[in-house]
């Protein structure tokens, strides 16, 4: 780990500990929680699992994924946490099963909404940290699983099949954590009961990379113990080398997430923070809810759609994509207003789509709350946020500039010289949240 990763982490606990010293119950944010558990790349262990890079591209292409947190949490709408927040024994919360009966189910609608929303792929929640698989699973302990429930069927089966139906790649959310077991959190005090849990987790890997044909991306979560430390620090336990190894003889080309303790073939980052700072060297992803929790709650604080797009333009100039979240509620149904901004961002995509997928970020590096930029062949692509004034100054690109045009149809009047390139465009011109420029370069001079 790098002497600065090490010393904001150092921070980062000290100011975790000042807030329960000051608090009697803290508010740990999912933001601090994910920095504590997500900094963990090791890239000593097991590098040769590492996807290479041609089998990485069309991740990378891909840009925008719709990820979706669904399961028995969705009944009692507090969120996916419910369970473990607010004490339910796993006899009592089992209970939840019987009750789990989504008439509305319709897998074909979600990936059509994604697919509406310009998303390339999809994860599901195969199973979350309450134990409960929304897939077949031998493996699972308790027969905790969707086709014991009132739903009595594979959920996960007939989704994989309308999300490639729909041309989108399929992902599967896993979390090795399991509630249940009072092993996870005293792993070295109850051995017979950490034994099974870890049983249960090769066991459903296997499984869920064996049921469903070819799965393109693994979103593992909560490789860490007792909710402590990172993923990585749990690795004595978990094996992730031993367990990645499995998952990559089931499915060679699969695109691993670094929550199992393994630092996986890209970086996640969770939560609303603002996205800034350089280009990355890794791929990596930022995902956020659309709504205020992962799992269904009432709809409150909903994400417009031109929030998500900035979060989208500010992962893409920066080597990143982005995982969107829906909370379906019990009955399989989308709440609205999560629809409504997806739909609002496929529509922002289609216009201005050619400027993201399948793009690199650069040349330049992106400014902080300014702009950033995207490139393919001969065309750049300038994102402007904001404005410094009636034209924008930027740095000497690389390459003869033959063209700038404005992919809104306004105009947008430019000039280059030994300074750089500068543009402007009307103030009434200007688009919210982005201003979408393409500039060409000839292709002799790149
Ligand atoms: C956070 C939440 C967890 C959720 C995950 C998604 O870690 O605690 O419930 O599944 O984010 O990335």
Redesign the pocket.
């Given at each position: 780990m790098k002497p600065s990763r090490l010393l904001s982490l150092i921070a980062l606990a000290c100011s975790l500990l000042a807030g329960i010293a000051l608090a009697a119950e803290p508010q740990v944010s999912?933001e601090q929680?994910?920095a504590l558990?997500t900094a963990n790349a090791d890239p000593t262990l097991a590098p040769d699992l590492l996807l290479p890079a041609e089998d990485m591209a069309w991740w990378r292409d891909a840009k925008f994924g719709v990820?979706v947190?669904w399961g028995l949490y969705a009944i009692p709408a507090k969120?996916?946490?419910h369970m473990f927040n607010d004490k339910v024994p796993a006899a009592e919360y089992a209970k939840l099963a019987q009750r789990f009966n989504p008439q509305h189910y319709d897998p074909d609608a979600w990936a059509q909404l994604a697919a509406d929303g310009g998303a390339r792929y999809m994860v599901l929640?195969a199973r979350?940290?309450d134990g409960f698989s929304l897939f077949a699973s031998k493996a699972s302990w308790g027969q905790f699983d969707a086709p014991h429930s009132a739903a009595k069927r594979d959920l996960v089966a007939p989704w994989v099949q309308a999300v490639r139906r729909h041309g989108l790649r399929v992902g599967l959310?896993y979390?090795p954590l399991d509630w249940r077991f009072p092993a996870y959190f005293h792993p070295k005090e109850m051995p017979e009961n950490a034994r099974e849990l870890k049983q249960q987790t090769y066991g459903q890997i296997q499984e869920l990379m064996s049921q469903y044909g070819r799965i393109d991306i693994l979103?593992y979560?909560?490789g860490w113990l007792a909710h402590q430390g990172t993923d990585a620090d749990a690795a004595w336990f978990w094996e992730p080398d031993r367990l990645n190894r499995i998952v990559r003889k089931l499915q060679p080309k699969i695109v691993i997430n670094p929550?199992s303790g393994w630092q996986g073939d890209f970086d996640?980052v969770?939560?609303d923070a603002p996205i800034e700072g350089p280009i990355r060297a890794r791929p990596w992803e930022k995902?956020f809810?659309i709504n205020g929790a992962?799992?269904y709650v009432p709809e409150g604080n909903v994400k417009s759609a031109d929030q998500v797009v900035d979060a989208m333009v500010n992962a893409v100039v920066r080597n990143g994509n982005l995982?969107v979240?829906l909370g379906p509620d019990a009955d399989g149904v989308v709440p609205p207003k999560q629809s409504e901004t997806l739909r609002g961002v496929g529509r922002w995509l289609h216009r201005y789509g050619q400027a993201v997928y399948g793009t690199r970020p650069g040349p330049l590096q992106p400014v902080d709350g300014i702009y950033g930029m995207t490139q393919r062949g001969d065309k750049r692509y300038l994102f402007v946020q904001r404005w410094p004034d009636a034209e924008l100054a930027l740095p000497v690109l690389p390459g003869k500039v033959t063209g700038v045009r404005n992919l809104s149809g306004d105009k947008v009047a430019w000039r280059d010289g030994p300074q750089g390139l500068s543009v402007s465009v009307p103030t009434s011109r200007r688009g919210e949240p982005f201003t979408v420029l393409e500039i060409s370069i000839a292709a002799d001079s790149r």
């Open positions: 999912d929680r994910s558990k990820f947190h969120g996916e946490w929640t979350h940290h959310y979390s979103w979560d909560g929550r996640t969770e939560g995902t809810s992962w799992g995982l979240n």
